[in-house]
Nanobody, 124 residues
Framework: VQLQASGGGSVQAGDSLRLSCAAS????????RGWFRRAPRKEREFVAL????????HYADSVKGRFTISRDNASNTVYLQMNSLKPEDTAFYYC??????????????????WGKGTLVTVSS
């Protein structure tokens, strides 16, 4: 399985971006899909997660109300709509997928597949 994230860029505070993560090599409709990020000089952190069923979403407190995760199983793609961006959102964003793992485990980074990061830079 290969995950390819795209959509990163440089924006001003308050702007919006939408990240996409396309999967190839296997249908991921029964996989949970998530987003993580790593800011400069910081540890990787959980951002958003959607179980394979799509019946719930989970967000880090720092992005709740501003970011929205969604998925299109037909195209094997997951999205992260990021609104009201802040300078502290600056990071490499990584998409990931997992199957059969508890939500808590996935939030801690327990995922099966990872994509390469896409850089989001938010200036004030």
């Amino acid at each position: 399985v290969q995950l390819q994230a795209s959509g990163g860029g440089s924006v001003q505070a308050g702007d919006s971006l939408r990240l996409s993560c396309a999967a190839s090599g296997r249908t991921l409709s029964v996989y949970a899909r998530g987003w993580f990020r790593r800011a400069p000089r910081k540890e990787r952190e959980f951002v958003a997660l959607m179980p394979w069923s799509g019946d719930s979403t989970h967000y880090a407190d720092s992005v709740k109300g501003r970011f929205t995760i969604s998925r299109d199983n037909a195209s094997n793609t997951v999205y992260l709509q990021m609104n009201s961006l802040k300078p502290e959102d600056t990071a490499f964003y990584y998409c990931a997928a997992a199957s059969g793992r508890p939500i808590a485990t996935m939030k801690l980074g327990g995922m099966d597949y990872w994509g390469k990061g896409t850089l989001v830079t938010v200036s004030s």
